[in-house]
């Protein structure tokens, strides 16, 4: 799995430690005469620095473990925390009376510790995609904030010393955005610009450019949303658009729907000039955050800094697997979508969703195969042939950067739902379903009217209606804010709206079987609903006029059942009325032609 925080903070990382661990460890040798150091307290300093060094290599040794696959990595990472729970601990009971004086102990170093096991849940978490681990890092974050720990690292003359503290706030807030704190996330920003400052001012380096990046890029990710909820004091509302309880309909007794459960997800992210923060695009945030149930904060020992038991697993997985790709190249997509085809558990379901950059065929050829139709771009940059990136020989020849709808043929022999936001998304839907397995795919307008173009750099509008429907409806009807009353109403009303769409699907007798399949999941539910309301409301808004600005599906949806159905215009319409921009759709009663 790529980690979410990597390519920008990992140049900022290199041969910083190394020095720093030299002088930490020196310290016990240089603090006073040896013969001066009671026999105890000499041990007490001497399994410190071996903690201290063990946990170092191992949370090294963490970048050396294959990012794909569930059990290769398990074993490795109990040992390391096992080692930082020891760590902690020691620190904890050996400080004041020892570690101060004879080691020379600074907060800073503390910090440092504490944030180490924020990462090591962060990534647990990316490992593993229970959200109850983001809560853990969270604390230990949050601890180190509270406690000041890196309060006298500015008055130092080691700018190595800042850029850690840096680094801890850029963590801090991917942890804050993935938990939907933000207010905290706001004040984190602000922060962390005012330490950038300081840190520009004082010394003269060569990453002061990357690190008023990393500013700007939390800084737009944090604006991202087209709609604001204000309260009566106009202050700003945070929703969650996690699932929550209740916030699927649930399967009415009688219903025919098929047992599979969504267990891995690939979320695939390669659109340019889209808002990101490190290597999380705005798409690839919403789609992750639909894919994850609310996180309970569980009043555990673990939501205190000191101990760590990530052993303590849920008995059943609240969330499916989730592989983060940011601009991957073709081989690096392949690897992971075939490890996770592997891995795959009897009656499961694979998803993948690609938010790329079209790629269009050249020519037309008399023979239209699986090859013909283009695709989604794969990152160039790292395919490289005898030292020079391969190009396309002639026009004869496919585009070799690119996921053509042929290339997941081999990974229908599972149960595969795909959704591909994309301006060629159609590529998709000339599937060929081989092997009779269950096969869906979503697939987003190819066009959208200018007004909405304007739009795409805060992220897509598809996506959008997957992520928060009510969001995507108020976005396209061109509100910037809502009073949270009329939010909560409109919400109350989509439930509904949820549950009529849902028995829309469960009761035609001309949908695809496929569609019914995937409908005993939660998320899988959640989104075909979703996806149908989005096809609805695009088709009665006034803006929307070529067919290629609607939603698309491999199987087809029976329209005159689904998203053309006069009971569900009728909602659309009646949601428009409640937020007073009904003229911007057509009266679903004329009979509109698409």
């Not at 959200?131 to 690292?153: C, D, G, K, P």
């Not at 992220?459 to 809502?482: D, E, H, K, Q, R």
Request: aromatic share 12%; proline share 4%.
């Amino acid at each position: 799995m790529l980690p979410v925080v990597t390519r920008t903070l990992a140049k900022l990382e290199k041969n910083q430690s190394r020095r720093i661990r030299r002088e930490q460890l020196s310290v016990a040798t240089t603090s006073g005469a040896d013969d001066d150091i009671p026999l105890g307290e000499r041990k007490t300093v001497t399994d410190f620095c071996y903690l201290l060094d063990k946990s170092k290599q191992l949370f090294n040794g963490l970048r050396d473990l294959p990012q794909y696959g569930h059990k290769q990595w398990q074993s490795y990472f109990g040992r390391t925390f096992d080692v930082y729970t020891k760590l902690w601990k020691f620190q904890q009971q050996h400080s004041r009376q020892v570690l101060d004086n004879r080691y020379g102990l600074k907060r800073w170093q503390i910090g440092e510790v504490a944030s180490k096991i924020g990462q090591l849940y962060y990534h647990y978490y990316l490992r593993t995609s229970e959200t109850s681990y983001l809560n853990e890092a969270f604390s230990f974050y949050s601890a180190i904030r509270q406690r000041s720990y890196y309060y006298q690292v500015n008055k130092e003359d080691r700018p190595e010393l800042v850029v850690k503290k840096l680094r801890y706030y850029a963590r801090y807030i991917v942890v804050c955005l993935l938990l939907n704190k933000m207010d905290l996330v706001k004040v984190l920003v602000k922060e962390l610009s005012e330490e950038i400052e300081d840190y520009t001012q004082r010394f003269n380096t060569e990453d002061q450019l990357e690190w008023n990046l990393v500013l700007q890029e939390v800084a737009a990710f944090v604006e991202a949303d087209p709609v604001v909820v204000l309260n009566e004091e106009n202050t700003v509302v945070i929703t969650s658009n996690r699932l929550q309880e209740g916030g699927v309909p649930q399967l009415e007794q009688g219903m025919v729907v098929g047992q599979l459960t969504l267990a891995d997800a690939l979320i695939i992210g390669n659109c340019n000039n889209q808002v990101k923060f490190s290597e999380l695009t705005i798409d690839m945030f919403r789609i992750l955050q639909a894919l994850e149930r609310e996180p309970v904060n569980l009043a555990t020992s673990t939501s205190k800094p000191g101990t760590l038991e990530p052993s303590e697993k849920p008995a059943k997985r609240e969330n499916p697997h989730k592989y983060l790709l940011y601009k991957p190249t073709f081989s690096q997509l392949y690897t992971f979508l075939s490890a996770s085809f592997k891995e795959l558990p009897a009656n499961s379901v694979l998803l993948v969703y690609l938010s790329a950059t079209g790629v269009f065929p050249t020519g037309r050829l008399d023979y239209e195969g699986p090859y013909d139709f283009g695709g989604v771009l794969t990152n160039t940059n790292r395919d490289v042939v005898n030292g020079e990136t391969v190009q396309k020989r002639n026009q004869a020849q496919k585009e070799m950067h690119c996921l053509h709808p042929g290339d997941l043929f081999p990974f229908t022999r599972k149960p595969l739902f795909v959704i591909v936001d994309s301006s060629n998304s159609t590529a998709y839907k000339n599937f060929t379903n081989l092997f009779g397995q269950p096969l869906v795919c979503l697939l987003s307008p190819t066009v959208y009217p200018k007004s909405m173009q304007d739009q795409s750099q805060r992220g897509s509008l598809f996506t959008l209606f997957l992520y928060c429907p009510l969001l995507a409806f108020l976005s396209v009807c061109g509100l910037s804010s809502l009073r949270q009353g009329l939010w909560d109403k409109a919400q109350d009303f989509l439930r509904k709206v949820y549950r009529d769409i849902g028995q829309m699907i469960t009761r035609s007798r001309a949908i695809d079987q496929a569609f019914l399949q995937f409908y005993g999941d939660e998320f899988l539910r959640l989104l075909l609903i979703r996806f149908v309301f989005c096809s609805a409301t695009l088709r009665l808004h006034k803006l929307f006029r070529e067919s290629r600005s609607f939603p698309e599906s491999y199987p087809q949806l029976p329209k005159q059942d689904t998203v053309e159905s006069s009971v569900l215009q009728k909602h659309v319409l009646e949601l428009a009325t409640m937020l007073d921009v009904q003229s911007l759709f057509w009266d679903g009663t004329l009979g509109v032609n698409y």
